[in-house]
């Protein structure tokens, strides 16, 4: 389509009521000029003086963390804001005093190690930011460059003033004021998904002082000056004026044009730039999302604290019983230790001064004993869930093919908390269900049209006929695929020979057909978009049940193919002649949706000049309220028919029209128009007031019906959750009848559950609200949700005699009772107790409230799943947020931790990387603690052999290397690959994640255990080294083992010990751990030859030690292997004992695997049937329900018999 | 229903078209799939108790030869003040090594390390370079050779030896680490300045031989790992006969009073293995004799136990609820 065609448009200012005249200059553009409104902007001149001296950033957006000059300084301050990270530079630094018992140089290493290693993981986030930015930032606008040429530059050289010409499906590159556009009216359509999540398209109109600028060639001596407001963050809301010519006019969000968000519909537009690079209110809105820490890491801080105190205390030890001995040193004037120096010596050593030797040897021994805290511990976590995130990522099973999409972890933080998961929350719509409506019924003037089975009827029928819920479940899915393959039309499913291809005017209420088809054409805020090459339309709406309508009237022979700002154009079928003709609708006015509205009307002149307002409402309610009574005809049966719909799962909205006599229409009007253009607070509600008036006196026409369709395998993955013990809530918009039929698909209730539903839409709840008092109102609905609870409660404790499973359903307005201060405590007891637990009608607040709630008062883990903007502050809340990226926009995704293309993902997610997360984390960190613990304890125990003087008995170079080479390795590779059981297992076995929430494997028991494990290491290491190699001769040439030697074994012993009780606790062996876990030692030996090759000057006491000392004798041999099964043999004793008598969950699998057992179905099922506890949700739990009954049928039958 | 995570990723490995696997091998795609081709033991019955036997009956014997080799060593401990007349009781085979012990004695305290590390520095540096690295701690500006503490606490007890009014030859040479004479001690380097101070801490040394020659200092500055530590003095080359009265005629030089440390003169033939030490052998009997007891109390509990998997009443979410 040629660019510079101008569309022609009948426009008409009533629709959009912000024609911006001298008019409405008023409240806040008197304070353009002022503080917080001082920005100047010289449109098509950025270059002149006046802008030169202002001085804007310019268009360079820099996502990055750091740049060049502040990286190290940044990065080192972010680093040692951590209190370990702390601890070790203080350590360092005290390392270059004489306090320390190594030398600094051996002691700043590591730390630089492990500085340098998380640096570089910044590094390598950080230059990912920057080459997104790169690409950003290139990215090409036409710019003005005088003259009336327009030129294609950089984004990143837009300066403010430019003026810039933006071609359809393209971003604005800054915030810009709207100048002109391809329509004659300067209007054009904006997507902002980035911005706010919402997918319906938005409208901006210029200002009528610069709508003529059509042309490149009219800006050659275009000049105008804007006054606007300094940058900030609200994206709604926008104050300025602009001088043209002497003349002054006012800006308004309406001309504002977002950075980030796409110009659709429109050909092009014209706009100078406003705000550039970081003033744009998009970037001024970006805030990172809230920081989360897991649960294993808080206690894992405990654990660093609780090494601290050993620590503190294993120094306050030595350094008192140093202080005794070396005040001892010179008794009266005796020395007694001479070969010390006592009599001339430092303050470090000195006799007479032995307190303040004391303190000195403290801090000496708080270096020494160092040791025990893991420097790598932090720095080895975080490249182990970085790669973590990494598998998360690339797992091809949590790939959505369809949209391209794999899963993605935004944050590495929680890969472990997603194996403790107590309970998800879920959104409904888009999370549980697909997000994609399809047209399947109607009721028109009281009859039900539409033969499609909706999937929730499908489960229903599965329900009532078959016992067996795997054989159905099975024909379900054969069912929906002949149905998917059968609707080739996205969004429309609607089967019925009386209606489709024409036949409907045969019908004999043809006429209200019509009426009906033509309001389904015309009430929408829909936009036509026509494939040039097909023909084909297809619509932009805001939501998929607004495009399902109008596909629906399309299909249905009302096809609605262009809509301009004054009118609708439908190619529509004539009853009479039974042809497609053109009818064009003048659109008046439209009323739109909102939540509290529930309703959208417009208002629409026919070509016959009546006045039609058409209308819609999403609830019965809303709707029935306001029909006139001679259009009540149908209502009874339609009211028949919604509730049926409801029940088979389907969304239900209401139709209804009346005329309009044109008096009417003008005093409505006039008030409508009155109350769109009032700036006041109160504008909403003056809109709603006015629209009230109108939409009264409905006329009935009938109902739509549209499936909200569950996404694939949701129902197989809910079923696996429950069996893994997670309880899920579902928490949602919809009213409660939806609710509780998805309930019913997916097995989250079924049939023989008891529900307790707390509701205050009942008639009474009603009456009451009738009454004048609202304070009254609300506390007698108080009352009435409390008594509803605690009623639940006693149903509650009576049914937990008999096992019998509840189900706890709310609405919206009971839930906001129910949370209140004083309720929340029972009502949560209450959906604790009940298994599964629906709430309907919640408000995006309510949704984050409930989840803090629950996180709150059980302190369990939570994880919010949801997938629109609405699902935000429950993502946030929770202490998992997985967004869904699916349709409704990025918003639910750029603020959770973890996004994934499909529900039914969540099954892996939780049950596969999440179990194994937690696994290798928690490990991991018991690893660690363990095997610092048992090289710190041999530096102490050393310590009561030298008169606790702070010499170490190693090199200085084999203690710092220590954390760092090796025993890192190996613990990396645990923390990344370790498995207990297979996927498969683990899917198979659902009950495996257990032990995530119940954490057996990060108790304080478990963890003490391997503390104790480390201490016991130490004890076995060093005294039987010491006591093989205390005096006598080491080897046949008579020498005796010095403290070089001593040293080299004792560490050769540690190395040995540490690794193999590595391999020994796991089960899982790559070859990446042979090489890390075997490398690890034959590096620590090729470590010992090369240092102690070296220069006497480097390698001092370890010089030659192993070539001349150490491998020679065949005494360090006798003692390596000693002292290293005799280190083992306690853990193996245990852990066979453990393994074989009172196995945990993953160790039971294990020992089916071995028995090869696994292909044994029978047997599999019996394991796991023992080892589930009675699930009471999924289909898993629907069918032991049902076979339970069966048998009781059964017995009572043959009883019956006998008798 | 069952979802067969295995055999689904096998189907679905090869057609589907994932950015990342696209033109890698398979044991990449392995690897990013964490699929890898791996070894998962568990320790069944059957491996722990061959573990556990396997492990005895190894270790058994490695004690007794330990063991054999340790008592095959005649060691004579003697504490001596003046005098010291040890017995031999069993015959003794040349080389006897001649070891003096102290106890009670620091010589691993930090204090002695600090200086120390710098002390023998000073005898690497002037090892056939003359210009030392390092300037050592002074006296009245003069360089101390060899310096340190510990050199300066030498020992300087000296014992001669007397068989029946004939003095037994004692090799002197030899008796230190190789790597310590021909490296770290300097062989141009001499005594130099040594114990000048005002207070004489132990012996001296003759300046006009270099200290890689001097053995006995060189043994005495390889630091001690324990309190109570034995030196090589120097090896008798002649066999000592079962009964032999053996004259030890000792320079009492070394103050170990005021600190109530004891000196002892040790005599010892060696083995393969070295010195006498019963510990190994022992450590090496017991812990083999542990493992096969585990094994066989493992067996019994196995055999009269059935295997309890499946029974889940052990696990810790079910005791729980047992209990509660």
Same mark, same amino acid.
């Given at each position: 389509m040629a660019g510079n065609r101008r569309k022609r448009h009948n426009f008409?200012?009533?629709?959009?009521?912000?024609?911006?005249?001298?008019?409405?200059?008023?409240?806040?553009?008197?304070?353009?000029?002022?503080?917080?409104?001082?920005?100047?902007?010289?449109?098509?001149?950025?270059?002149?003086?006046?802008?030169?001296?202002?001085?804007?950033?310019?268009?360079?957006?820099?996502?990055?963390?750091?740049?060049?000059?502040?990286?190290?300084?940044?990065?080192?301050?972010?680093?040692?804001?951590?209190?370990?990270?702390?601890?070790?530079?203080?350590?360092?630094?005290?390392?270059?005093?004489?306090?320390?018992?190594?030398?600094?140089?051996?002691?700043?290493?590591?730390?630089?190690?492990?500085?340098?290693?998380?640096?570089?993981?910044?590094?390598?986030?950080?230059?990912?930011?920057?080459?997104?930015?790169?690409?950003?930032?290139?990215?090409?606008?036409?710019?003005?460059?005088?003259?009336?040429?327009?030129?294609?530059?950089?984004?990143?050289?837009?300066?403010?003033?430019?003026?810039?010409?933006?071609?359809?499906?393209? $971003?604005?590159?800054?915030?810009?004021?709207?100048?002109?556009?391809?329509?004659?009216?300067?209007?054009?359509?904006?997507?902002?998904?980035?911005?706010?999540?919402?997918?319906?398209?938005?409208?901006?109109?210029?200002?009528?002082?610069?709508?003529?600028?059509?042309?490149?060639?009219?800006?050659?001596?275009?000049?105008?000056?804007?006054?606007?407001?300094?940058?900030?963050?609200?994206?709604?809301?926008?104050?300025?004026?602009?001088?043209?010519?002497?003349?002054?006019?006012?800006?308004?969000?309406?001309?504002?044009?977002l950075r980030d968000s796409k110009l659709r519909n429109t050909d092009y537009i014209y706009g100078v730039v406003i705000f550039t690079g970081h003033d744009t209110k998009v970037i001024q809105n970006s805030t990172p999302p809230p920081s989360k820490r897991s649960k294993i890491e808080r206690r894992m801080d405990k654990i660093i604290y609780f090494l601290f105190g050993t620590l503190v205390l294993m120094s306050i030890i030595g350094s008192i019983i140093f202080g005794i001995t070396t005040s001892e040193d010179i008794e009266d004037g005796r020395m007694k230790r001479w070969y010390l120096r006592p009599d001339d010596t430092t303050v470090y050593y000195d006799p007479k001064r032995a307190a303040a030797a004391a303190i000195l040897q403290f801090w000496t021994d708080v270096l020494l004993y160092g040791y025990l805290i893991p420097i790598s511990l932090y720095v080895s976590i975080e490249i182990v869930k970085m790669l973590q995130s990494r598998f998360i990522n690339q797992d091809i099973h949590m790939y959505y093919e369809e949209a391209d999409k794999p899963a993605l972890a935004r944050t590495s933080n929680l890969n472990e908390e997603l194996g403790q998961v107590d309970t998800i929350l879920s959104d409904k719509t888009g999370t549980l269900t697909c997000n994609s409506m399809e047209f399947i019924k109607c009721s028109i003037a009281g009859t039900s049209y539409g033969r499609g089975v909706t999937e929730v009827e499908r489960a229903m029928a599965s329900r009532k006929g078959s016992p067996l819920p795997q054989e159905a479940t099975e024909e379900e899915a054969n069912v929906v695929e002949s149905a998917e393959e059968k609707a080739s039309v996205k969004g429309y499913n609607f089967v019925d020979e009386r209606i489709v291809n024409g036949n409907w005017v045969k019908e004999p209420r043809a006429d209200v057909i019509h009426k009906f088809l033509r309001l389904l054409a015309i009430c929408h805020t829909a936009l036509p978009e026509i494939d040039e090459e097909t023909g084909r339309i297809t619509y932009e709406a805001e939501s998929p049940d607004e495009a399902a309508f109008v596909i629906a009237a399309r299909e249905l022979g009302f096809e609605f193919y262009e809509r301009t700002q004054t009118s609708i154009s439908l190619h529509e079928l004539d009853p009479v002649s039974c042809r497609s003709v053109e009818r064009s609708y003048k659109l008046l006015n439209v009323l739109e949706f909102s939540s509290s509205r529930k309703r959208m009307s417009v208002i629409v002149r026919n070509e016959e000049g009546t006045l039609l307002l058409l209308s819609k409402g999403a609830d019965s309610s809303v709707m029935f309220e306001r029909l006139a009574e001679n259009g009540r005809e149908f209502e009874e049966q339609t009211k028949a028919h919604i509730n049926e719909y409801a029940d088979a799962g389907l969304r239900t909205l209401i139709l209804a029209y009346r005329e309009l006599d044109e008096e009417e229409y003008n005093r409505f009007n006039e008030e409508f128009t009155v109350a769109k253009n009032s700036l006041s607070a109160d504008r909403e509600e003056m809109i709603e007031e006015a629209a009230e008036k109108i939409e009264k006196d409905l006329i009935l026409l009938g109902a739509t019906a549209v499936e909200d369709k569950l996404q694939n395998g949701v129902p197989e993955c809910i079923d696996k959750l429950a069996q893994a013990g997670i309880k899920l809530w579902v928490l949602t918009g919809d009213k409660m009848e939806t609710a509780i039929n998805i309930g019913f698909a997916c097995s989250l209730l079924r049939q023989g559950m008891q529900q307790i539903v707390v509701n205050s839409d009942t008639p009474e709840t009603k009456a009451l609200e009738k009454s004048e008092d609202k304070s009254a109102v609300a506390a007698a609905l108080k009352e009435s949700v409390i008594r509803q609870i605690l009623d639940g409660r006693t149903l509650l404790r009576a049914s937990n005699e008999s096992s019998e499973a509840l189900a706890l359903i709310i609405d919206g307005k009971s839930?906001?009772?129910?949370?209140?201060?004083?309720?929340?405590?029972?009502?949560?007891?209450?959906?604790?107790?009940?298994?599964?637990?629906?709430?309907?009608?919640?408000?995006?607040?309510?949704?984050?409230?409930?989840?803090?709630?629950?996180?709150?008062?059980?302190?369990?883990?939570?994880?919010?799943?949801?997938?629109?903007?609405?699902?935000?502050?429950?993502?946030?809340?929770?202490?998992?947020?997985?967004?869904?990226?699916?349709?409704?926009?990025?918003?639910?995704?750029?603020?959770?931790?973890?996004?994934?293309?499909?529900?039914?993902?969540?099954?892996?997610?939780?049950?596969?990387?999440?179990?194994?997360?937690?696994?290798?984390?928690?490990?991991?960190?018991?690893?660690?603690?363990?095997?610092?613990?048992?090289?710190?304890?041999?530096?102490?125990?050393?310590?009561?052999?030298?008169?606790?003087?702070?010499?170490?008995?190693?090199?200085?170079?084999?203690?710092?290397?220590?954390?760092?080479?090796?025993?890192?390795?190996?613990?990396?590779?645990?923390?990344?690959?370790?498995?207990?059981?297979?996927?498969?297992?683990?899917?198979?076995?659902?009950?495996?994640?257990?032990?995530?929430?119940?954490?057996?494997?990060?108790?304080?028991?478990?963890?003490?255990?391997?503390?104790?494990?480390g201490v016991l290491s130490a004890i076995i290491i060093f005294f039987f080294c010491?006591?093989?190699?205390?005096?006598?001769?080491?080897?046949?040439?008579?020498?005796?083992?010095?403290?070089?030697?001593?040293?080299?074994?004792?560490?050769?012993?540690?190395?040995?010990?540490?690794?193999?009780?590595?391999?020994?606790?796991?089960?899982?062996?790559?070859?990446?751990?042979?090489?890390?876990?075997?490398?690890?030692?034959?590096?620590?030996?090729?470590?010992?030859?090369?240092?102690?090759?070296?220069?006497?000057?480097?390698?001092?006491?370890?010089?030659?030690?192993?070539?001349?000392?150490?491998?020679?004798?065949?005494?360090?041999?006798?003692?390596?292997?000693?002292?290293?099964?005799?280190?083992?043999?306690?853990?193996?004793?245990?852990?066979?004992?453990?393994?074989?008598?009172?196995?945990?969950?993953?160790?039971?699998?294990?020992?089916?695997?071995?028995?090869?057992?696994?292909?044994?179905?029978?047997?599999?099922?019996?394991?796991?049937?023992?080892?589930?506890?009675?699930?009471?949700?999924? $289909?898993?739990?629907?069918?032991?329900?049902?076979?339970?009954?069966?048998?009781?049928?059964?017995?009572k039958m043959t009883e019956g018999q006998a008798l | 229903m069952e979802v067969e995570g295995g055999s689904r990723s096998a189907g679905a490995g090869e057609d589907r078209t994932i950015p990342i696997q696209s033109g890698q091998p398979m044991a990449f795609f392995q690897f990013t799939q964490q699929n890898l081709p791996a070894c998962k033991p568990v320790l069944t019955p059957a491996w722990v108790i061959t573990a556990c036997l396997l492990m005895g009956f190894i270790f058994i014997p490695i004690g007794l030869v330990t063991l054999r080799a340790s008592h095959s060593v005649i060691e004579i401990v003697d504490q001596y003040d003046t005098e010291c007349v040890p017995e031999v009781h069993k015959y003794m085979k040349a080389p006897i090594y001649i070891y003096y012990q102290l106890d009670n004695y620091y010589q691993n305290h930090r204090r002695n390390q600090i200086p120390n590390v710098v002390g023998f520095c000073l005898c690497i540096c002037f090892d056939s370079k003359l210009t030392p690295r390092y300037l050592p701690e002074s006296n009245h500006g003069l360089p101390i050779v060899p310096c340190g503490l510990i050199a300066w606490s030498f020992f300087n007890d000296t014992f001669k030896f007397i068989r029946e009014r004939t003095e037994l030859m004692v090799n002197r040479k030899n008796i230190a680490w190789k790597s310590d004479r021909d490296h770290k001690f300097g062989k141009q380097v001499y005594p130099f300045n040594f114990q000048n101070g005002t207070f004489t801490g132990g012996g001296s040394l003759d300046p006009s031989i270099p200290l890689s020659d001097q053995e006995d200092l060189i043994v005495w500055m390889r630091t001690a790992a324990l309190p109570s530590f034995r030196k090589l003095y120097g090896r008798i080359e002649e066999d000592l006969d079962e009964g032999d009265l053996l004259e030890v005629h000792v320079m009492n030089n070394y103050n170990t009073y005021s600190f109530g440390g004891k000196k002892k003169l040790v005599l010892s033939t060696l083995s393969w293995l070295g010195g006498k030490n019963d510990f190994p052998g022992l450590a090496y009997v017991f812990i083999g004799c542990s493992s096969i007891i585990i094994s066989i109390v493992f067996m019994l509990l196995h055999v009269k136990n059935p295997r309890a998997y499946g029974e889940t009443a052990y696990l810790s979410w079910n005791r729980k609820s047992i209990s509660g």
């Open positions: 008409s200012s009533q629709i959009h009521a912000f024609t911006c005249g001298k008019t409405s200059f008023q409240g806040d553009h008197s304070l353009i000029g002022g503080p917080g409104f001082s920005r100047v902007v010289y449109c098509n001149d950025p270059d002149c003086f006046e802008s030169s001296v202002l001085n804007y950033s310019d268009n360079y957006v820099r996502t990055t963390k750091y740049t060049l000059a502040t990286f190290l300084p940044r990065s080192i301050f972010e680093q040692f804001r951590r209190v370990a990270n702390l601890y070790f530079l203080l350590c360092a630094i005290l390392s270059f005093t004489p306090l320390s018992p190594y030398s600094a140089v051996s002691n700043v290493l590591p730390l630089v190690v492990v500085i340098g290693a998380t640096m570089g993981k910044e590094i390598l986030e950080d230059w990912r930011r920057k080459k997104q930015d790169i690409e950003v930032n290139n990215r090409k606008v036409k710019v003005h460059f005088g003259d009336g040429v327009f030129e294609s530059s950089k984004w990143k050289d837009l300066k403010v003033g430019d003026i810039v010409k933006v071609e359809k499906d393209e $971003f604005f590159p800054a915030d810009l004021i709207l100048l002109s556009s391809s329509y004659e009216e300067a209007i054009c359509y904006v997507e902002t998904t980035n911005l706010d999540g919402e997918t319906n398209l938005k409208l901006k109109q210029a200002l009528d002082a610069t709508s003529n600028l059509i042309e490149d060639s009219s800006f050659q001596n275009f000049k105008a000056i804007i006054r606007c407001e300094d940058p900030n963050a609200s994206l709604y809301s926008f104050v300025g004026t602009m001088d043209i010519e002497e003349q002054q006019y006012p800006l308004s969000p309406q001309q504002l044009l839930l906001a009772y129910a949370l209140e201060d004083d309720v929340k405590d029972i009502f949560l007891e209450l959906a604790i107790g009940c298994a599964s637990v629906i709430c309907c009608r919640s408000s995006p607040k309510q949704k984050a409230l409930v989840t803090r709630l629950v996180k709150v008062k059980t302190g369990s883990t939570t994880l919010a799943i949801g997938d629109g903007a609405n699902d935000v502050g429950m993502l946030q809340e929770a202490d998992i947020g997985v967004g869904i990226s699916g349709a409704e926009g990025m918003q639910a995704v750029m603020s959770s931790d973890i996004a994934i293309a499909q529900f039914r993902f969540l099954e892996r997610l939780l049950l596969v990387h999440g179990h194994w997360c937690y696994r290798r984390i928690s490990s991991m960190i018991c690893y660690f603690f363990y095997k610092n613990i048992a090289f710190g304890f041999t530096i102490f125990f050393f310590q009561m052999y030298a008169s606790f003087s702070g010499q170490t008995v190693y090199n200085d170079w084999f203690l710092s290397l220590y954390n760092v080479f090796f025993t890192s390795l190996p613990v990396i590779a645990l923390g990344v690959f370790d498995q207990d059981v297979t996927a498969r297992l683990c899917l198979r076995f659902p009950l495996l994640y257990q032990e995530g929430i119940q954490n057996v494997l990060f108790s304080w028991t478990r963890i003490l255990g391997w503390a104790f494990n010491i006591r093989a190699m205390e005096q006598q001769a080491f080897r046949k040439g008579g020498e005796v083992a010095g403290l070089e030697i001593l040293g080299a074994t004792m560490y050769t012993c540690v190395v040995w010990v540490v690794n193999c009780q590595m391999a020994l606790s796991i089960s899982y062996f790559t070859f990446i751990q042979h090489i890390f876990i075997w490398g690890g030692i034959i590096f620590w030996y090729l470590f010992l030859l090369a240092y102690g090759a070296m220069d006497p000057y480097i390698s001092t006491t370890a010089y030659k030690v192993f070539i001349e000392a150490c491998a020679p004798a065949p005494f360090f041999w006798l003692i390596t292997i000693l002292v290293l099964i005799s280190s083992l043999l306690p853990y193996f004793a245990y852990s066979s004992i453990q393994m074989r008598f009172f196995p945990f969950y993953h160790q039971m699998i294990q020992w089916i695997r071995v028995d090869g057992q696994i292909d044994d179905p029978e047997y599999v099922y019996m394991v796991r049937q023992r080892s589930l506890r009675p699930t009471t949700v999924g $289909f898993t739990a629907r069918f032991e329900a049902s076979s339970r009954n069966l048998k009781a049928d059964l017995e | -």
